[in-house]
């Protein structure tokens, strides 16, 4: 079942702006984590946000993490083309099992 | 490192013969994961190996699916017999076994006539 669930499920912005990614999800978690898809690609791990952190940056990407809505936000400041992809986030659902959501596809227009 | 490495990376096959699919972890990791992503149902997983034992096969589909990990370098998927619905993408991923980020393979490419 799906635990996390990405909105808006397509965002199309110019390259230069700012994207932001939203997740939601149902049960109590330990981390959250966000993941990258390129087209025809696996995925590649962007950011891990613990439980008991409200933020973490990397580089462009900045993280939110609000536990007692059951939510997280995912930013990209000064997007590119090279981010056009599809962004994931991703709960741990015990044990080492990770539950992803449906994903958000991101096309920067150049 | 080479990182996470499958095989094949497409197949293509006819309903009813049997598929394998490989997977070599990237050197040091004690965990290992197998995925299947469609546009259905999106990234499923399927089972999961700490230090080469399953641990949770609970997204096996059905007794069709199986997989093994005979070593700690090589883990197979195997699907008999195989059906159309089964076509996806399959990844592999692999972690040190300290749960966290997950490091995923290319994915092969299944597609069942």
């Known amino acids: 079942s799906q635990q996390g669930e990405e909105d808006p499920q397509a965002l199309s912005i110019q390259e230069g702006e700012n994207a932001t990614m939203n997740c939601s999800y149902k049960t109590s978690i330990n981390n959250l984590q966000w993941y990258r898809q390129n087209s025809g690609r696996g995925l590649v791990h962007l950011i891990l946000i613990r439980s008991n952190e409200r933020e973490k940056h990397s580089g462009r990407l900045r993280v939110t993490l609000d536990t007692s809505k059951k939510s997280s936000s995912l930013l990209i400041t000064a997007s590119r083309a090279a981010d056009t992809a599809s962004y994931f986030c991703a709960t741990d659902g015990g044990a080492q099992k990770l539950v992803f959501g449906q994903g958000t596809r991101l096309t920067i227009n150049p | 490192d080479a990182g996470v490495i499958q095989s094949p990376r497409h197949e293509v096959t006819e309903m009813g013969q049997e598929v394998t699919l490989r997977c070599k972890p990237i050197s040091g990791h004690n965990s290992l994961f197998w995925y299947r992503q469609t546009m259905m149902r999106g990234l499923e997983l399927l089972i999961y190996f700490n230090n080469n034992v399953p641990i949770d096969d609970s997204g096996m589909p059905e007794d069709r699916f199986s997989a093994k990990m005979p070593n700690a370098s090589f883990s197979t998927l195997k699907i008999q017999p195989s059906e159309p619905r089964d076509s996806a993408v399959y990844f592999c991923?692999?972690?040190?076994?300290?749960?966290?980020?997950?490091?995923f393979g290319p994915g092969t490419r299944l597609t069942v006539l």
């Open positions: 991923a692999s972690n040190p076994g300290t749960g966290g980020e997950q490091f």
